[in-house]
Nanobody, 124 residues
Framework: QVHLVESGGGLVHPGGSLTLSCVQS????????MGWFRQTPGNKRKLVAA????????LYEDSVKGRFTISRDNAKNTLYLQMNSLKPEDTAVYYC?????????????????WGQGTQVTVSS
């Protein structure tokens, strides 16, 4: 069974920073590209950042470019998302998952299992 555990979310003021972590087990982490996704109530889950299995190539949604940085440590089976200059519109539940294909407005995950996500709330 594949397990994805996201952590690091919380309440932060506009302009603040958070670092999210995602630990995967049950599947060889380094076999796949990985992505961070976010979802708000009533909306579809969106891909916000992705990187290849070796971390050499990244992709970001336009709204987070220059503010978010995705990285991975394959030795620790861990994916990270460093979020700076946070805005209220970044408020969402953030998820991670393995990817087999993706673009700025498109993605296909390896399977349809999702972790519990981690809530990020940006508010004064």
């Amino acid at each position: 069974q594949v397990h994805l555990v996201e952590s690091g979310g919380g309440l932060v003021h506009p302009g603040g920073s958070l670092t999210l972590s995602c630990v995967q087990s049950g599947r060889r982490f380094s076999d796949y590209a990985m992505g961070w996704f976010r979802q708000t109530p009533g909306n579809k889950r969106k891909l916000v950042a992705a990187l290849t299995w070796n971390g050499h190539t990244t992709l970001y949604e336009d709204s987070v470019k220059g503010r978010f940085t995705i990285s991975r440590d394959n030795a620790k089976n861990t994916l990270y998302l460093q979020m700076n200059s946070l805005k209220p519109e970044d408020t969402a539940v953030y998820y991670c998952n393995a990817l087999v294909d993706y673009a700025e407005t498109y993605y296909v995950t390896v399977d349809d299992y999702w972790g519990q996500g981690t809530q990020v709330t940006v508010s004064s």
